[in-house]
């Protein structure tokens, strides 16, 4: 049996007739984005913001009808538009976004780990907080959000797994190093660009929240994008989370961008756990000098000033790019040296935070 291609897919989708214009979609132009990637298969279907709910069912038989081809295990098939709309305005006192219904729900705490801007270390921080998460007794899922910049498969050694269904509707995530992992580098090829507008990236994000069976977990860790856009303000009101954890770097325009980050995470009403300073400082391997590169102090400083917690500082050392580009990151490749002990001290921290909030609600 032939894998199943774009050809295929392209093929499938001129089957499905709009039945308010009379022709079929492809014809009418409004299939874009397809990607096929080992039995997995996402598309857009273009439509406009004023039409996109009438055309909610025209969208779920075109994901229907290419999950009937042989070789298909998942399908995506997202509505987007030359011009979303404007995402709904936070509920004040609440998560969520009225009466749209909750994702992630069922995992004992949820905490998002941000950035107010790139090339701070988020995802390593991400990824060694699950593993370190993990150390501690806890099941663990980590999934990635980025989905411009997915690095999850590849800093867990995993860029060449795919998931599987079991029941052809719902996804298992990828057991990486005994944490569970969901990213949408699973179903495009690394090096392709995703070249989506909003609405997809959205549709794809929730589909990817909403259709992975996850199993119980006691914490969910989301790598998110940087900055403060659509996705977060996405995941902050579709799902319930325990926390948000701030990554920085010492330098000023780090922080400047991560205190836009902590204030928006204080817009929407999800508690913000804590900063953590990464590269913080070099030791020189030879001579064990040690250089504040991007400065020192800063996280801690806008912490004490944003009366939040500090939760701890990380050095900018080789062995952590190391790893993470090996696919073992440094908390499984090295538990008990002093970069994994790091980590696991601002894990208890976190988890102890995550008792306490749990704790509050209980009263």
Not at 164 to 181: E, N
Request: proline share 7%.
């Amino acid at each position: 049996m032939d894998a199943v291609n774009e050809a295929m897919v392209r093929a499938a989708l001129q089957q499905i007739v709009d039945d308010e214009k009379g022709q079929d979609i492809v014809s009418l132009g409004m299939v874009s984005g397809i990607v096929v990637k080992g039995g997995h298969v996402a598309f857009s279907l273009e439509t406009t913001p004023a039409h996109a709910a009438k055309m909610e069912p025209l969208r779920k038989r075109a994901e229907q009808h290419v999950h009937s081809l042989p070789g298909v295990l998942t399908v995506s098939a997202v509505l987007t538009a030359e011009r979303a709309p404007p995402p709904p305005p936070p509920r004040i006192g609440g998560h969520g976004s009225g009466s749209a219904e909750p994702l992630l729900t069922g995992i004992g705490a949820v905490i998002a780990v941000a950035s107010g801007k790139g090339g701070v270390g988020k995802s390593t921080t991400a990824v060694n907080l699950a593993l370190a998460l993990k150390n501690l007794g806890l099941k663990v899922g980590l999934f990635d959000a980025d989905i411009f910049g997915p690095s999850q498969p590849r800093m867990l050694g995993i860029a060449d797994q795919k998931p599987t269904s079991l029941d052809g509707k719902t996804m298992q995530p990828i057991l990486a190093h005994g944490i569970s992992v969901m990213s949408i580098g699973f179903m495009l090829p690394e090096e392709a660009p995703v070249v989506w507008r909003g609405l997809m990236v959205m549709g794809a994000l929730e589909q990817l929240m909403r259709d992975v069976d996850w199993g119980p977990l006691d914490v969910m860790v989301i790598d998110m994008p940087p900055g403060t856009g659509d996705t977060q303000l996405t995941i902050s009101q579709r799902v319930k989370l325990a926390g948000a954890v701030i990554v920085s770097t010492p330098q000023d325009i780090a922080l400047l961008d991560a205190r836009r980050g902590l204030n928006m995470f204080r817009k929407v009403n999800v508690p913000v756990l804590g900063i953590i300073e990464n590269m913080s400082l070099y030791v020189c391997p030879n001579c064990g000098h040690e250089a504040h590169i991007f400065g020192h102090g800063g996280a801690r400083a806008d912490a004490l000033r944003l009366g939040v917690d500090f939760l701890g500082e990380l050095p900018l050392d080789m062995a952590l790019r190391l790893s993470g580009d090996d696919g073992t990151p440094i908390v499984a490749a090295d538990p008990t040296g002093a970069l994994a002990l790091a980590y696991r001290g601002i894990a208890e921290k976190i988890n102890a935070k995550l008792q306490d909030l749990h704790a509050e609600k209980d009263r």
